[in-house]
């Protein structure tokens, strides 16, 4: 495929203009990034941006960045910067050449801050922050110029490099563009550009005790790598004046092929929150295990949950990518990893809230049978199976009178069938003193492994089951929405509308086969759901549920 032919993709906004800056050669290769500030961990709102950066440019055969827009120090860690690679590879991407951050370019930011100033297009301003706020004026009125506008440059360029040499306070004075105190747009009246900070940064040590702001670093960077397409979210869809005011006025940069921002809209997804200062709180608040509970919607969560990077880059693909603000429904995401784990998931039996079956016919020791890997595809070949006198099934496959014709698990004096094994009667059952059973008692068919009674007689319930001697014990967490309500960000105190059950634990037993399972790989337990064992604590037998079977959620 050349540069210029268009992919089997669904059509979207980015895409035709891409296509057409090709076809027009404004550009002659894509080269997109992906820009993340490492200030806590990824969520799948940036799987979606992820996927899009990445993706474009793996269609077009172009370049995607990973670049760390690290202009805060106070806010960051290294810690985020591992997580945050990992996961971009754990969804199965790969930045060109070397990782790039921010603060690789912190010279080059100083010295286009004094180009502005030699122009005479920025100035180092003293309002406090009470008097700035006061200055800048509001959406309906417009600001006033600031006392330190009319500095000379040669001054101007004196106090910026006493700025730099750590000969002011924090707080004390900012380097601001000088652009339209009257505009419209708040970005333009007069923005910040550098601001001092007694930090360390995780990059550059004790180098430097000012940092650029964000707008003025982000497009400096974006031309600086020649990214051709900036892509972010709407919500800064009125900074790109400010974007394009910087770049124009830098004699490096005030070319057609310059970047260029274009907008979409950000993923919502209903019952979670996605602003990382919330995701911060509930971890700071001990209100989820970490970063990586299964509950989060970060990537982290959701790998330890059980979601495949094939499934998130199928969400990111159905969603696709729109200027319209809008809320995803969750169904979305899980008919993605329900659609793929449905495909490669191997097939196996687990009992969690379990009850002892005693197949009183049954005098041997256990037995191996064969049992289909899966059973839409037999590529997979099959697994051993035990069967034997002593068996574990769900407490609710088992009642003593069935409620009406239709009931299609285990009653007394009712025939079902063990899934991959042998139909069961029903006989007697044994309770505790509270009324709950314990043990059923049962009756067998030999003849029935594999077919149908020799008779006619039809048994159409089947129900699973662990043959009890080699049965491993396992805990089994089923996760639910972690909010109760849809949006939770709009709540005043969204913490205060977390689920009280979007985690249930329970203990039961898991085919021996299941012993070395490995972690994320999922499993689906056969009329319970799609699940994997828990990476985290890969000593224990800890499984996670994915996803259950169905959509039980949107019936509710
Ligand atoms: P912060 O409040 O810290 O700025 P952020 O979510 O914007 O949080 P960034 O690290 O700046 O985090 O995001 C990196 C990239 O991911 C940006 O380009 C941003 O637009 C994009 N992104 C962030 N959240 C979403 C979302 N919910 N949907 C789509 N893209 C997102
Ligand atoms: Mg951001």
Redesign the pocket.
């Known amino acids: 495929m050349s540069n210029n032919e268009t992919v089997d993709r669904p059509v979207n906004f980015i895409r035709n203009i891409i296509n057409d800056d090709l076809a027009n050669h404004k550009h002659e290769q894509v080269h997109t990034r992906?820009?993340?500030?490492?200030?806590?961990y990824?969520?799948?709102?940036?799987?979606?941006?992820?996927c899009?950066?990445f993706g474009l440019a793996e269609d077009y055969k172009g370049l995607c960045n990973l670049r760390f827009?690290d202009t805060n120090p106070a806010?960051e860690d290294m810690e985020y910067v591992d997580s945050?690679k990992q996961d971009v590879q754990w969804l199965g991407f790969q930045w060109a050449g070397d990782i790039c951050y921010s603060s690789n370019y912190f010279d080059q930011f100083y010295a286009y801050a004094t180009e502005l100033i030699e122009k005479g297009l920025a100035y180092v301003c003293f309002l406090n922050s009470e008097e700035s706020r006061e200055y800048r004026g509001s959406l309906k009125e417009p600001g006033k110029d600031s006392p330190c506008r009319d500095t000379s440059v040669e001054e101007n360029l004196a106090l910026f490099s006493k700025m730099k040499n750590g000969e002011f306070k924090e707080g004390e004075c900012v380097l601001r563009a000088k652009i339209d105190m009257a505009s419209s747009f708040m970005c333009m009246r007069d923005p910040t550009l550098y601001r001092v900070r007694f930090e360390t940064h995780h990059q550059t040590g004790d180098k430097w005790c000012i940092y650029p702001m964000?707008d003025f670093a982000h497009c400096i960077s974006d031309a600086i790598e020649h990214i051709t397409h900036s892509?972010?979210?709407l919500?800064?869809q009125d900074n790109r004046r400010l974007y394009d005011w910087v770049l124009d006025h830098l004699d490096d940069f005030s070319k057609p092929d310059r970047p260029h921002q274009y907008e979409?809209?950000?993923?919502?997804?209903e019952y979670t929150v996605?602003?990382?200062?919330k995701l911060h709180q509930l971890v700071d608040d001990k209100l989820v295990e970490g970063w990586n509970d299964p509950r989060m919607p970060t990537i982290s969560g959701m790998r330890r949950r059980g979601y495949t990077p094939a499934s998130i880059r199928d969400f990111a693909e159905r969603i696709g990518i729109s200027k319209v603000d809008s809320m995803t429904e969750m169904g979305i995401l899980e008919a993605a990893v329900r659609d793929d784990l449905n495909k490669v998931a191997p097939r196996s039996m687990a009992v969690l809230d379990p009850i002892k079956l005693v197949i009183e016919n049954y005098e041997s020791e256990p037995e191996v049978l064969m049992a289909p890997i899966h059973p839409q595809n037999e590529e997979m070949g099959k697994r051993e199976i035990l069967f034997g006198r002593e068996v574990y099934i769900d407490r609710a496959d088992f009642t003593e009178v069935a409620p009406n014709g239709k009931f299609m698990r285990l009653a007394l004096d009712k025939e079902v069938r063990l899934r991959n094994a042998y139909v069961i009667k029903g006989v007697r059952a044994e309770y505790d003193a509270d009324g709950n059973v314990t043990t059923v008692y049962c009756t067998y068919d030999p003849d029935t492994h594999g077919k149908n009674p020799a008779d006619g007689r039809k048994v159409k319930g089947v129900i699973h089951f662990v043959e009890a001697s080699k049965a491993i014990p396992a805990e089994f967490r089923l996760y639910d929405r972690l909010f109760t309500v849809e949006n939770p960000a709009k709540e005043d105190d969204f913490e205060s509308v977390i689920n009280p059950e979007s985690l249930t634990i329970k203990n039961g037993f898991v085919e021996p086969g299941l012993l070395n399972s490995e972690p994320e790989k999922a499993y689906q337990f056969e009329r319970e759901g799609y699940f994997c064992r828990d990476n985290q604590s890969v000593d224990k037998q800890i499984y996670n549920r994915t996803v259950a079977l169905r959509d039980t959620w949107s019936a509710k």
Not at 34 to 40: L, S
Not at 264 to 269: A, C, D, K, V
């Open positions: 992906f820009p993340p500030e490492p200030n806590g990824l969520h799948i709102g940036h799987a979606k941006s992820i899009l950066n827009d806010k945050i964000y892509l972010c979210t919500e800064f979409f809209s950000r993923l919502n997804l996605m602003s990382k200062r």
